[in-house]
């Protein structure tokens, strides 16, 4: 998905470059430079004391055969050591945990930023709730990342001498990459049966509408399945690692015991020394065992990485800034041979060449069949998407050369209450406004109050009254409001379209009569051009609209 910079990609469309990503892995944690280092020192401080414990064991049964204030002695200095070193592990796992708050906090904000200003064609393509997982778990990974990279560093210049012989002892490596792969595959298999939960989750209402809770239980149930056999695998792959692990480390415990328990009896090793020897090879064997886990964090942190960085460099192909901003503007509009089809569908040109003009304070009215391509034509003007060829001019200016944050400034104006209420009033929403116990503070959707469709409207149109825009672009409902609810909606448009260029997706008779002109838009072209009356002598694909009342979308169920 990510192709246009030219990177590689994999068959999960992800970005085949390791390096980069480890590096900027580590570029991310460089602001937090003074908190890893003060973790790093009190991990030296931790990994010291774990070194000399063990000798100081062996020290205690040795002093233990030779007399009681020895053995105090030695036991008070091993207990310092015991408490010197659980300080210094306090210190380094908050001060790794910090850092790794503070980063991944950090990468959130930024990470957002760059995904809500992408074009919207970006969103065509990329679900959204694969990107809220890239904001939740892909940064949560980086975060472990930030910690367990860097302890896995010391641990290994640390232990490097120790470790060394059980490397080319254990090579884990062989089994070590077969449970890596599994536990990857695992997680992808998990993602589709999340995805697969949104989708069906996020458009509950429709899946009722049709009744189709088994098709999305069994379509559900598929994926689980999926990662279950995965999991299955990834288990057992798991478990004899970790035994072979475990059966490689006792056995070499027990290999010691035996040579220094011969030594011991031999009389040429102390009971002390060989305690002492059996404590650091088992430590030996438990690094190993942690190393071998950690390096699946640390290679989970750098997929993540390469995922999250892919979207931070990502340049939206709407340009979101560098462009023209004009003191005014003013509402006309032109299409020249506008030619656009859907990044996300390549296959099927939707605008196939479209020409019309808008004047200044002019209604003109977009009809025509479902599909036809209204609505392409509106969002072209309103700049989610650019033409593939042609030209869009707004107000005499090629609208690629405008700046898009300031054509959009609107949506971030400050208004005063009195303004509220005022475009309130005007949009007919002021009564029912005033009836919620919050009034013009109540919260409304998901969380909140429930508004009806009327009202929803209702306050659409009191949203771009507010904006008072020199063009308005309105889509007309298609689904049915009860009559007072109409009546007073169709009130508030009339008032919001007064006074300003409006180009309306028009579905109403009364709309289209009023319009100073009819575009007929059908399969991507203009069919036919006029006013209501002339059309209607045309006796073409205006008049059999007209005929059917113009509710041809309205009929279907639901655009789905
Ligand atoms: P209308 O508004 O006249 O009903 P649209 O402009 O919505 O028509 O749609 C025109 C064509 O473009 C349809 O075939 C539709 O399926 C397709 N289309 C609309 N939106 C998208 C999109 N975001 N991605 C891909 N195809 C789209």
């Not at 207990?79 to 906090?105: E, N």
């Not at 088992?282 to 290679?299: E, H, K, N, T």
């Not at 004047?359 to 069949?369: I, Q, T």
């Not at 009559?483 to 009364?510: C, N, Y």
Request: charged share 20%; proline share 2%; aromatic share 8%.
């Amino acid at each position: 998905q990510f192709n246009e910079r030219g990177q590689e990609l994999d068959k999960d469309g992800r970005a085949v470059h390791k390096k980069p990503g480890l590096l900027k892995l580590f570029s991310l944690a460089r602001e937090e430079a003074p908190l890893l280092a003060g973790g790093l020192t009190a991990m030296l401080l931790s990994s010291g004391a774990q070194i000399v414990a063990p000798l100081f064991f062996g020290k205690v049964v040795d002093a233990a055969l030779r007399s009681m204030s020895d053995l105090n002695q030695t036991v008070l200095i091993l207990l310092g050591i015991y408490i010197g070193g659980a300080l210094a592990t306090m210190v380094r796992a908050w001060l790794f945990v910090l850092a790794g708050q503070r980063m991944v906090a950090r990468l959130r904000r930024k990470l957002f930023g760059a995904v809500v200003s992408q074009e919207i064609a970006f969103f065509d393509t990329n679900r959204t709730g694969e990107l809220c997982n890239r904001l939740a778990s892909d940064t949560q990974v980086l975060q472990n990342a930030v910690t367990v990279n860097i302890s896995m560093l010391s641990r290994y210049v640390l232990q490097i001498i120790g470790s060394l012989a059980f490397m080319f002892a254990l090579n884990p490596s062989l089994t070590g990459k077969y449970v890596q792969k599994k536990r990857k595959e695992f997680q992808d298999r998990l993602a589709d049966a999340g995805t697969q939960a949104e989708e069906a989750l996020s458009s509950i209402r429709t899946v009722r509408m049709f009744s189709g809770e088994e098709k999305v239980k069994e379509l559900y149930g598929i994926e689980v399945d999926r990662s279950y056999k995965v999991g299955k695998k990834l288990a057992l792959a798991q478990g004899t690692f970790d035994g072979a692990i475990g059966t490689l480390a006792y056995g070499a415990v027990s290999l010691v015991l035996w040579y220094g328990g011969k030594l011991v009896n031999e009389g040429t090793l102390s009971a002390g020394v060989l305690t002492s020897f059996l404590l650091y090879t088992l430590q030996v064997a438990i690094a190993f065992g942690l190393i071998s886990s950690l390096y699946g964090d640390f290679m989970q942190a750098v997929g993540a990485s390469i995922r999250i960085f892919s979207l931070l460099e990502r340049m939206p192909e709407v340009a979101n800034d560098n462009g023209q901003i004009l003191p005014s503007l003013s509402g006309d509009v032109e299409f020249k041979s506008v030619r656009f089809t859907y990044p996300s569908r390549p296959d099927s040109e939707v605008l196939k060449g479209i020409s019309f003009t808008v004047e200044p304070g002019e209604m003109v009215a977009l009809v025509g069949p479902s599909g036809g391509g209204k609505s392409t034509i509106v969002s072209l003007i309103e700049r989610f998407y650019d033409p593939d060829s042609g030209i869009i001019y707004l107000g005499g200016h090629d609208l690629k050369s405008l700046d898009p944050q300031w054509e959009n400034i609107a949506y971030g104006c400050v208004a005063t209450d009195e303004e509220v209420e005022e475009a309130a009033r005007q949009a007919n929403a002021h009564d029912f406004v005033s009836q919620f116990k919050d009034g013009y503070d109540t919260l409304v959707g998901e969380r909140g109050v429930r508004l009806s469709g009327g009202q929803k409207q209702r306050v659409a149109i009191a949203r771009a009254l507010i904006m008072n825009p020199v063009l308005l672009l309105l889509d007309e409902a298609t689904s049915a409001l009860d009559a007072e609810s109409e009546h007073l909606v169709q009130e508030a448009i009339d008032r919001a379209m007064k006074h300003r260029t409006v180009i309306v997706i028009a579905h109403r008779l009364s709309t289209v009569r009023n319009a100073s002109k009819v575009v007929v838009i059908d399969k991507g072209v203009i069919a036919e051009m006029g006013t209501h009356d002339e059309l209607l002598k045309q006796n073409g694909v205006y008049k059999r609209l007209v005929l059917r009342q113009l509710t041809a979308g309205s009929v279907e169920p639901t655009a789905l």
